[in-house]
């Protein structure tokens, strides 16, 4: 099965702002869930966003709360997580991952099963 695609990584000076995109693996409007997580060395994979197709209701993580936001194409079949206000601690390695179901499940890495091959984001202070 494809797997998502991410791109739009980079590196950027604290304060600025990069938006990543995600190909989604062939999903249908209804019954997906696409999320963001990320992963800096030596920490557990954390999740960060989600939206949920079907009706483009979104989730974040309180330590992206008011700076990360997420929207969709359903045309392009794409997601997207705009990221404003980076700060250092924002650095990791970023992966958009992607399930099927009526909702969005948690942001546990163990409840997406499709992923991608993550994006480096560097915040430099």
């Known amino acids: 099965q494809a797997q998502p695609v991410e791109s739009g990584g980079g590196s950027v000076q604290a304060g600025g702002s990069l938006r990543l995109s995600c190909a989604a693996s062939g999903y249908t409007v209804s019954n997906n869930c696409m999320a963001w997580f990320r992963q800096s060395p030596g920490q557990e994979r954390e999740g960060v966003a989600a939206?949920?197709?079907?009706?483009?209701?979104?989730y974040f993580a309180d330590s992206v709360k008011g700076r990360f936001t997420m929207s969709q194409d359903h045309r392009k079949l794409e997601v997207y997580l705009q990221m404003n206000s980076l700060k250092p601690e924002d650095t990791a390695v970023y992966y958009c991952a992607q399930t099927r179901g009526r909702r969005c499940p948690s942001l546990a890495p163990s409840n997406f099963g499709l992923w991608g091959q993550g994006t480096q984001v560097t915040v430099s202070s």
């Open positions: 939206i949920y197709t079907g009706d483009g209701t979104t």
